[in-house]
């Protein structure tokens, strides 16, 4: 989003159906590319060119309100915070004395002033949204409801107009109840990030707002504190419990030199950090970002229900009105039963129930995601991994450790083992690669000083190794399609590789000018719970797993049957794997992938959904993924499934309980054995049920 666009807070709007009429006033008035607003959020970022009094002024004209984020909220008295709530309360009791005295004295003027007086009351804001709508040529539940009330007083139904608003209003408060608590829910998370920290400065430990403190800053966290901003650790040991951003509920030990993250708590001991980003750049303020954002993704499902519901309201009111005229024209039915029947069909067809059913349940589900550690960015990819039955695993960092350790370094000439070692450690310590991580840690445990060697024209060749001048003479080292390429593969590096894989490990060749010089071996440690992962996934509904791995047949079988793995694909470059991807989902459909979110970057791309994993801290994968295990727990996959499916399935059973309900009293209502209070209790009625039921989720913990 562009940082320059102008904010604003808009109030008013509690679910989709409302989004739409103010989308659709501001596409008239704005233009379609000129805004975007996040009804998650309540946030409308407007283009800059656009004056400010413009934007409030169109916000009036649909209907609701709204204030420059630039300028702080003015302070409200409790009753104005909460008028909403005394005006709907004031109604009621109202309403209740009017129908009283209605049943005392039907002819009773205070009865009906009483129940006018509430109807005003209670339904001004309905009255204000539903004229709104209409000027834009936008129908809405706000102009069923009006409609309904107008014509509940045509016939002398004040009672009932009355019960009608009072429900209605009721209705309005528990959607935005569950609008602000899953907005509350999200922001929750930041708010685990302290205001204020002490930041030394000129020698001095100062506390001042965490916003106020800059990249390069040493700030001081004592035992039990929680760390405000994303930095290095630069002196201290502690263990820190980094489950807000990791999901992982274990401590974990922090010294100088390790990554920590703003929102974590700190243990026993006390911690100097270096910060590396300022506080609204935190990780952890990143994923509360990405929550926000991802109300973008709109899930299919969603999107299917808000199509129905603009097509359904004009639908209904066409329907209501065939309703009213038609039995008296064609059957000579008496013209008022029949009105009467056709505002109870009004009253059952608004669509509040329906619209909301689907982005609370989501919210949710997003919100007890990312507070495991797992940051799914949309509803789509949701709904999709509900429908995934096949997953396509990464062998190094995903299965195994990712910590590969050298085993062998086979001299093949006159080279000894520290010279061997000092060529490939001085030409990969540039890398971040984990078999260049592994080389490099072995030459500093043997000893062999390599950093004064002179590297020149350094190349990587994916999916084959590395090329680089080393003392003014040209290496290579990498895997046996390099060595082959380059034309130093022998009969005795065959058979050292045969023998290196069938022992389970990763051998690559360093050489020169067409001859061998050694054979590196490594090999990776399964991680322990992936097997057990694995099962779980089985057992959740995942029918086939894949492993696909840039490594030699030998190694990557030996981890496919240490996982049960049936099928595993080895020696795959990445634009190969993203073929496998392919080839997985024209045979299966929705396929996961599942990978370190940078090596897979293609793959993860290509998969239906892709899945990095054990990336807390990376911008890169963070916004490129679909999903982001914050950790390396693999296990959270299952977890990550489970809740996938019972976001669907919660999604099913409340359009399910909504449109079942309103078919009920639709039949009800044209039959004449439904009133209109009746109808809208039974709306609201469902209405609080698929809220509860969406906001249970936020409960929701896994089997991890």
């Known amino acids: 989003m562009n940082a320059r666009r102008s904010r604003y807070r808009v109030s008013g709007v509690c679910c989709s159906t409302e989004e739409g009429v103010l989308r659709k006033g501001l596409d008239g008035s704005l233009g379609k590319g000129a805004y975007d607003f996040n009804l998650l959020t309540m946030e409308l970022t407007v283009a800059p060119e656009i004056e400010e009094g413009r934007v409030l002024r169109e916000v009036r004209r649909t209907g609701f309100q709204a204030r420059s984020l630039g300028q702080p909220a003015e302070a409200e008295s409790c009753g104005r915070r909460h008028r909403e709530g005394i005006t709907t309360v004031t109604a009621a009791v109202m309403t209740a004395a009017g129908l009283l005295l209605d049943q005392a004295d039907s002819a009773s003027i205070a009865a009906r002033a009483l129940l006018l007086a509430a109807i005003l009351l209670g339904g001004w804001r309905i009255f204000r949204k539903a004229w709104a709508a209409i000027r834009i040529r936008a129908l809405d539940m706000n102009v069923l409801m009006s409609v309904a009330v107008a014509g ?8 009932e107009g009355a019960a009608v608003i009072v429900l209605f209003s009721v209705a309005l408060m528990l959607e935005t109840y569950s609008a602000a608590r899953t907005r509350k829910a999200v922001r929750s998370l930041l708010a685990l990030s302290p205001q204020q920290c002490s930041v030394l400065r000129d020698g001095q430990e100062v506390t001042l707002p965490a916003d106020e403190i800059s990249p390069g800053e040493t700030i001081v966290i004592r035992p039990g504190e929680r760390i405000a901003l994303d930095g290095v650790v630069e002196s201290g040991t502690s263990s820190v419990n980094q489950m807000v951003i990791t999901g992982e509920s274990e401590p974990i030990g922090r010294s100088p030199g390790d990554p920590v993250f703003a929102g974590s708590l700190n243990g026993r001991g006390a911690l100097t950090i270096r910060v590396t980003r300022r506080y609204e750049d935190t990780t952890l303020a990143h994923i509360v970002a990405l929550i926000e954002e991802s109300q973008k993704q709109r899930a299919p499902v969603q999107q299917t229900v808000d199509r129905f519901a603009r097509v359904y309201t004009p639908a209904i009111l066409a329907v209501a009105a065939l309703v009213a005229a038609l039995p008296p024209l064609l059957l000579a039915e008496p013209a008022g039963v029949w009105f ?21 349940t989501l919210v949710s589900a997003l919100t007890a995601a990312a507070r495991q550690g797992v940051l799914v960015k ?9 429908r995934t039955t096949v997953v396509a695993l990464d062998k190094t960092g995903t299965l195994t450790e990712g910590q590969p350790r050298v085993t062998d370094v086979i001299p093949l000439n006159s080279l000894q083992r520290e010279e061997i070692l000092g060529i490939a450690a001085a030409m990969e310590h540039r890398s971040e690669h984990p078999l260049a991580e592994a080389i490099v840690a072995e030459a500093v445990r043997s000893g062999v000083t390599f950093r004064h060697l002179p590297v020149e024209a350094f190349e990587a060749l994916p999916g084959s190794g590395i090329r680089a001048r080393v003392g003014g003479t040209e290496y290579y080292l990498g895997n046996s399609r390099l060595s082959r390429e380059r034309g130093f593969h022998s009969p005795a590096v065959e058979g050292h590789r045969e023998r290196l894989g069938r022992e389970g490990k990763t051998a690559i060749v360093l050489g020169r000018a067409r001859q061998p010089l050694a054979v590196i071996a490594l090999r990776d440690s399964a991680r322990q719970r992936s097997r057990e992962a694995l099962e779980k996934l089985r057992q959740g509904g995942i029918r086939h797993l894949v492993m696909l791995s840039g490594d030699n047949e030998e190694t990557a079988a030996r981890v496919a049957g240490e996982m049960g ?23 299966y459909g929705p396929v996961a992938m599942v990978g370190d979110g940078i090596n897979d970057a293609p793959a993860l791309a290509a998969a239906s959904t892709g899945i990095a994993m054990g990336v807390a801290g990376s911008d890169a994968a963070l916004e490129t993924a679909d999903v982001v295990l914050m950790s390396d727990e693999i296990q959270k996959l299952s977890a990550l499934f489970a809740l996938s499916r019972q976001a669907m399935a919660i999604i099913r059973q409340n359009i399910a309980l909504a449109l079942g309900i309103k078919l009920v009293f639709v039949l009800l209502s044209i039959a004449g054995m439904s009133t209109l209070w009746m109808a809208l209790l039974a709306d609201d009625g469902a209405a609080l049920a698929v809220i509860a039921n969406g906001l249970r989720l936020l409960r929701f913990r896994g089997d991890a």
């Open 340 to 360: 009467y029947r056709s505002l109870v069909l009004l009253v059952i067809a608004c669509p509040c129930a329906l619209v909301i059913s689907t982005p609370v």
């Open 565 to 587: 793995i049936e099928h595993a694909r080895a020696g795959l470059l990445p634009e190969q794997k993203v073929d496998a991807v392919r080839e997985l989902q024209r045979r």
């Open 378 to 386: 949309g509803g789509k990819h949701l709904e999709t991994l509900s």
């Open 152 to 159: 509940a007083l045509v016939i002398d139904r004040w009672g």
